[in-house]
T-cell receptor, first 113, second 112 residues
Framework: EDQVTQSPEALRLQEGESSSLNCSYTVSGLRGLFWYRQDPGKGPEFLFTLYSAGEEKEKERLKATLTKKESFLHITAPKPEDSATYLCAVQARRAGGYQKVTFGTGTKLQVIP | EAGVTQSPTHLIKTRGQQATLRCSPISGHTSVYWYQQALGLGLQFLLWYDEGEERNRGNFPPRFSGRQFPNYSSELNVNALELEDSALYLC???????????FGPGTRLTVL
């Protein structure tokens, strides 16, 4: 069964203090790895899709990278508005399609002014 | 472009009742997904509809069911509600199967 483990569970940063969030995954044949941001009581907001090891994507202060076993979400000079729970998810590539996406439990990021 | 919409925003039911939640996908999207997010827990996959057919189902009892209409909108039905069904129910859509999923704002279901 596909597994996603995110660490740390919670992270508290000072404004401007860069850091990385980790997503380790186990899947037999990766079709895609997804990063989302979720604010309390709201639906997840799509950030990135990564498809193959070595791929990198950036958006404002966020940069996502992918290896064969894990993905990192790097946050450069975070601001208080970056405070949210960041979710990682994977989808396997299997014959027949329609493979469900498996989500991790997320990293809750708090950025203090 | 309008995003995924869900209704109602909040729903309060008592144990044993039935709940119906609705979802309208992004225009042009044919796949609709349902997830349950209980307080403090991760997203649990419920159901996946594509082109009107149920394509995949998570580890939930049969009292969780749904359907997709010809206009690709979807509804989730939960029968014989139990207290532990209280959660945020999220709907997502994608252009086609195995494409990136975009989420709606969710329906908060409270079972008393």
């Amino acid at each position: 069964e596909d597994q996603v483990t995110q660490s740390p569970e919670a992270l508290r940063l000072q404004e401007g203090e860069s850091s990385s969030l980790n997503c380790s995954y186990t899947v037999s044949g990766l079709r895609g790895l997804f990063w989302y941001r979720q604010d309390p009581g709201k639906g997840p907001e799509f950030l990135f899709t990564l498809y193959s090891a070595g791929e990198e994507k950036e958006k404002e202060r966020l940069k996502a990278t992918l290896t064969k076993k894990e993905s990192f979400l790097h946050i450069t000079a975070p601001k208080p508005e970056d405070s949210a729970t960041y979710l990682c998810a994977v989808q396997a590539r299997r014959a027949g399609g329609y493979q469900k996406v498996t989500f991790g439990t997320g990293t809750k990021l708090q950025v203090i002014p | 472009e309008a995003g995924v919409t869900q209704s109602p925003t909040h729903l309060i039911k008592t144990r044993g009742q039935q709940a119906t939640l609705r979802c309208s996908p992004i225009s042009g999207h044919t796949s609709v997904y349902w997830y349950q997010q209980a307080l403090g827990l991760g997203l649990q996959f419920l159901l996946w509809y594509d082109e009107g057919e149920e394509r995949n189902r998570g580890n939930f009892p049969p009292r969780f069911s749904g359907r997709q209409f010809p206009n690709y909108s979807s509804e989730l039905n939960v029968n014989a509600l139990e207290l532990e069904d209280s959660a945020l129910y999220l709907c997502a859509s994608s252009r086609f199967q195995s494409d990136t999923q975009y989420f709606g704002p969710g329906t908060r279901l409270t079972v008393l």
